[in-house]
């Protein structure tokens, strides 16, 4: 029998008029396929949504990762804090040169790593660092105590960690590869099913001091449209990268991060707009192997108007198609979604009445 490490989740969520990820002219994304516009929600995009949301709802105390070019003062200003506290001296010039030493030991060559011998110079202009927060912490307690002139990065930096959004999305250090993580999770690019028009919003700015007329005049582009993504979890390699696997609180860990696969979207022009919608289709099937499913062809609007009747038709005959092709591939199967119902299931195995059940059905099969 396969074995079914993967857990794909696939989504099509109806997003009204927005630019929730722009490229450098200020336009909605967009791709080419199947010779039309699509639009498109990067995949970069997508796992930052994912990591803030999970943070956010995991981490009241301020206790996240981050990822900075700056980290290097983000441990110097939280040694001193722990020095103040403890009533040691500190010296924090010489504590930056060492945390900027100790940051570019992971990104750097040997050479620009030495150069820090010197003053204190910035990590790096381009390069972002992601540490988790107890890292940085245990950087941070190192040259609060002054025991920071023999202080190497990998005796607190390993490739398992504890931070449950590093193990998910990995991270690479170009100097340290024995120390990197990882991912246990992949995320695609989420793009229409259908072709897009770019909507153009002239818009004034109006100067409560002026004469009258308006003081900026300007424009923003936006779209709408139905997005599929898919996004696939490595159970083994997850288990690999996270040390806190067997945590007590782990099934509430994943549980927060799966709800955040599913509902989390970049924040681009958010508050100008309402596209925070919920997914109108969820299909959540174990694999053997990482499988998605495509759009090529367009669907083509309803009589009516709307693409996402047709979407969720498209999607369901397609995940119906792979299973009859290969049935070796896939396991078990969980429908959900703000549209679901009676007739829609026909072919899985379980349907999820609601957000809380179908994350409590993913994790229960994670943790087995």
């Not at 599929?228 to 390699?237: E, F, L, P």
């Not at 955040?260 to 508050?271: F, H, M, R, W, Y």
């Amino acid at each position: 029998m396969t074995e079914k490490n993967y857990l794909t989740i696939h989504s099509l969520t109806a997003l009204p008029w927005h630019n929730l990820n722009r490229d450098d002219r200020g336009l909605p994304k967009q791709v080419r396929e199947g010779g039309k516009t699509r639009g498109r929600l990067s995949s970069q995009s997508l796992k930052r949504a994912i990591r803030v949301a999970y943070e956010l709802d995991s981490f009241t105390d301020g206790t996240n990762s981050l990822r900075s070019r700056d980290l290097h003062k983000e441990i110097v200003r939280r040694a001193a804090a722990i020095a103040t506290t403890s009533g040691t001296e500190f010296d924090e010039a010489a504590a930056l040169k060492i945390a900027t030493k100790i940051v570019k030991s992971l990104t750097a060559n040997d050479k620009d790593a030495a150069e820090t011998d010197g003053p204190a110079k910035e990590a790096s202009s381009d390069t972002m660092t992601w540490l988790s927060g107890d890292e940085i912490d245990a950087l941070a307690g190192v040259l609060a105590r002054g025991e920071g002139g023999a202080i190497k990065a990998a005796d607190h930096i390993k490739s398992r960690t504890g931070s449950l959004s590093i193990a998910a999305f990995g991270r690479m250090f170009a100097a340290q590869s024995d120390v990197q993580t990882e991912a246990g999770i992949a995320v695609g690019p989420a793009t229409t099913t259908h072709p897009i028009m770019i909507e153009v919003d002239y818009f004034t700015t109006v100067d409560d001091l002026g004469d009258g007329g308006a003081g900026h005049l300007g424009q923003a582009f936006y779209t709408s449209g139905v997005y599929y993504r898919s996004v696939t979890i490595d159970k083994k390699q997850l288990r690999d990268s996270w040390t806190g696997w067997d945590s007590p609180d782990a099934p509430d860990r994943l549980g927060l991060l799966v709800r955040s696969i599913v509902t989390a979207l970049p924040s681009g022009k958010d508050n100008s707009t309402a596209p925070n919608t919920r997914p109108a289709l969820i299909i959540a099937e174990t694999q053997a192997h990482r499988t998605a499913y495509e759009f090529h062809e367009p669907v083509k609007a309803d009589a009516d108007g709307g693409y996402l009747k047709g979407s969720i038709a498209r999607l369901i005959g397609q995940a119906a198609q792979a299973r009859a092709f290969d049935p070796r591939e896939f396991g078990e199967s969980i429908v959900s979604g703000t549209s679901v119902n009676t007739d829609l299931v026909i072919g899985f195995e379980h349907t999820a009445a609601n957000l809380p059940e179908l994350t409590e059905r993913i994790v229960e099969w994670l943790q087995r």
